[in-house]
Structure formats: structure tokens, C-alpha cells
T-cell receptor, first 114, second 116 residues
Framework: DGGITQSPKYLFRKEGQNVTLSCEQN?????MYWYRQDPGQGLRLIYY???????QKGDIAEGYSVSREKKESFPLTVTSAQKNPTAFYLC?????????????FGPGTRLTVT | AQTVTQSQPEMSVQEAETVTLSCTYD???????LFWYKQPPSRQMILVIR??????QNATENRFSVNFQKAAKSFSLKISDSQLGDAAMYFC?????????????FGTGTRLTIIP
């Protein structure tokens, strides 16, 4: 089955530690995205990547970093510089060209930092 | 900058009845896409329906339909014959153009409760 996997589903870290969230897709999509979801705020874009070895900052990139070494993978690192890292993180992907431009979402990772 | 506004934080509807969720957006673009996503308790985002701005005809997917008013920048979602499985957060989203990989801009969501 084609889709997006995010692991783990729940992640706990102590303040001051960097943590990397995994996102893998087997949909052969060129573009991948990371969103953050907080209560009452909808989804906000952190980073996105259109092709391998290229990525762009979204609206709330500070304190985060990404890499895109493979088409299938787009890991997100939450660094200790991120002031409020506890949130629900969603990864998505889409094709580059086509009629719908639908973004497909993974199941998400809930990160708790204490 | 584009903004999407959902003014109803919570809505409830009796099972089998019809409910309409509101969404307004602000843009200076003429070519864009609008989406409604559903997020059930599992938190997986699921696309419900999409509307291309250049199409005058309102999109329909089974029990889900939209009322797209381009001049008013309004994009409401109507759910007919509501079912218990429709209970979820619903997010309206905007995407600027048909080329490249423009980001989605989301509203803050409407929590829909289905009353048995």
C-alpha cells in the first residue's frame, strides 16, 4: 500500500535535547512538507522540499532543521533552540505537476518535551 | 498574505440532519484551490473535497458539497445525512496556484459533533 509513514507516534524528550522525527513516503511524490499543529491554531508550515537536496523555510522554521537526501525521506530535527517544541507534527507529500495538487498526510507524531 | 478564517470553533448536528461549516479567505490571486480536510480522533488528515477557483460549478463528493462564492471569498461545506463517523475537526485550506508546490494555508478548524 502506498502512503506516508511517520515514526514514532509518540515521542518524549527532555528540554535541551535535539530530536529527529521520521517521515517516509512511497508515493513517488516529489514534494514533501512538515506542519506543526497546536490547539486552536490549525496547521502551520515549518519546511517544505520540492526536490532532493533542496528545501525551503515555511512560516515557522526557527528552531527546526530538515534534510532531503532521498526522494522518499524528509526527516525533521527539532533543536534545543525551538522554544515551545511540544506539539503534534504532520508530514505531507504531493506531486509536482498535475491537476489536483492534493497533499497526502501521514499519521503524525506527538512530541512532548519536559 | 493569504488568510483563511473559520468563525465556528464548534458545531453540532443531529444524526441524519444537514450541517454547514463556514470558511472565508482573503487573497488577491485569481487562480487558486480550496480544500476541506477532515481530522478524526485518529488525527490523520483526510481530504474531503476540493474546489478549483476557475470552476463556477460547486464541487460535490457524495454527501459532501461546497458553496463556493468567489466574489465573496466564501467556501462553505455542507454535510448531508450526517453520520456518526463524520464527527471530527474540519479544516478549510487555501492553495495559491496550479503550478509548483505552493503551501497550504489552513484555517483554525471547526469541531463537529454528531448527536445520535
Amino acid at each position: 500500500d502506498g502512503g506516508i509513514t511517520q515514526s514514532p507516534k509518540y515521542l518524549f524528550r527532555k528540554e535541551g535535547q535535539n530530536v529527529t522525527l521520521s517521515c517516509e513516503q512511497n508515493l513517488n511524490h516529489d514534494a514533501m512538507y512538515w506542519y506543526r499543529q497546536d490547539p486552536g491554531q490549525g496547521l502551520r508550515l515549518i519546511y517544505y522540499s520540492q526536490i532532493v537536496n533542496d528545501f525551503q523555510k515555511g512560516d515557522i522554521a526557527e528552531g527546526y532543521s530538515v534534510s532531503r537526501e532521498k526522494k522518499e525521506s524528509f526527516p525533521l530535527t527539532v533543536t534545543s533552540a525551538q522554544k515551545n517544541p511540544t506539539a503534534f507534527y504532520l508530514c505531507a507529500s504531493s506531486i509536482v505537476a498535475g491537476s489536483s495538487y492534493e497533499q497526502y498526510f501521514g499519521p503524525g507524531t506527538r512530541l512532548t518535551v519536559t | 498574505a493569504q488568510t483563511v478564517t473559520q468563525s465556528q470553533p464548534e458545531m453540532s448536528v443531529q444524526e441524519a440532519e444537514t450541517v454547514t461549516l463556514s470558511c472565508t479567505y482573503d487573497t488577491s490571486e485569481s487562480d487558486y484551490y480550496l480544500f476541506w480536510y477532515k481530522q478524526p480522533p485518529s488525527r490523520q488528515m483526510i481530504l474531503v473535497i476540493r474546489q478549483e477557483a476557475y470552476k463556477q460549478q460547486n464541487a460535490t463528493e457524495n454527501r459532501f458539497s461546497v458553496n463556493f462564492q468567489k466574489a465573496a471569498k466564501s467556501f462553505s461545506l455542507k454535510i448531508s445525512d450526517s453520520q456518526l463517523g463524520d464527527a471530527a475537526m474540519y479544516f478549510c485550506a487555501y492553495r495559491r496556484s496550479n503550478f509548483g508546490n505552493e503551501k497550504l494555508t489552513f484555517g483554525t478548524g471547526t469541531r463537529l459533533t454528531i448527536i445520535p
